[in-house]
């Protein structure tokens, strides 16, 4: 009986997966983790593919970078370029994406910290603890309007300000979260090493290489670009 109820349910996911390739969700080189999360009997899919996969997200890039772009079109945001920043991801490996949505394909990648947490929110190295509270030292997840230019006392001395959009993130501005550079941050993966913890209160914190690259688009622009930080959604 065990054995039938576990081909039944096996059976019922394969076709909700297929109903979900033909309405075009992203999961058609995900269905080997069913097969795996019932022999395991314990760990779930997500965990079996980060242990095989350290890049593993369950957020492919190409589609969040799709629905990136049909935000940037309705809501006046740059169309040529997005940064998406996705910390489900193994943090020892590029989490930070500026795509290019002209070309479909990554532009710019990098590592990238997230913030270290305040007493009662402490992140550590890979599992992260995300708030919208003040001095609570989190990341916030949530769309950003990148906004001014400025001076910043880290990494190249440039940063640019952060304006939160959504509920999870609209104390972004006042927490002073904004996207910069620190000289600590390797520019390259440490992967299997985890980036180390410290180098953010909340704030993108990426490796000045990189922010070097970044500023250098982000001059050119006429309309805010937009950022998106998310994770396992």
């Not at 997966?17 to 080997?32: E, H, N, P, Q, T």
């Not at 957020?59 to 940037?72: F, G, K, P, S």
């Amino acid at each position: 009986m065990k054995r039938f109820i576990k081909w039944f349910i096996s059976i019922a996911l394969i076709f909700l997966v297929l109903a979900g390739v033909i309405g075009g969700i992203y999961f058609k080189d995900r269905l080997w983790l069913i097969a795996k999360y019932f022999e395991s009997g314990q760990k779930s899919p997500i965990e079996i593919a980060k242990e095989e996969d350290p890049q593993f997200s369950p957020v492919d890039l190409t589609v969040r970078a799709h629905e990136a772009y049909e935000y940037a079109k309705n809501n006046g945001f740059d169309l040529e370029h997005a940064v998406l920043i996705d910390f489900g991801r193994h943090s020892g490996k590029n989490r930070f994406f500026v795509w290019n949505f002209k070309e479909n394909r990554v532009e710019i990648e990098s590592l990238v910290a997230h913030g270290y947490g305040n007493t009662g929110y402490e992140s550590s190295n890979q599992e992260i603890v995300f708030s919208n509270i003040p001095n609570s030292y989190t990341s916030s997840l949530g769309k950003y309007r990148l906004g001014e230019r400025s001076w910043s006392r880290w990494g190249i001395n440039i940063h640019y300000k952060m304006h939160g959009l959504e509920a999870t993130n609209d104390k972004a501005f006042e927490r002073y979260i904004v996207l910069h550079s620190f000289k600590h941050v390797p520019n390259e993966e440490v992967y299997p090493a985890y980036l180390p913890m410290g180098f953010s209160q909340g704030c993108p914190v990426i490796d000045d290489d990189t922010m070097r690259k970044v500023d250098a688009l982000l001059q050119t622009k006429e309309k805010p670009v937009l950022m998106w930080i998310y994770y396992l959604e």
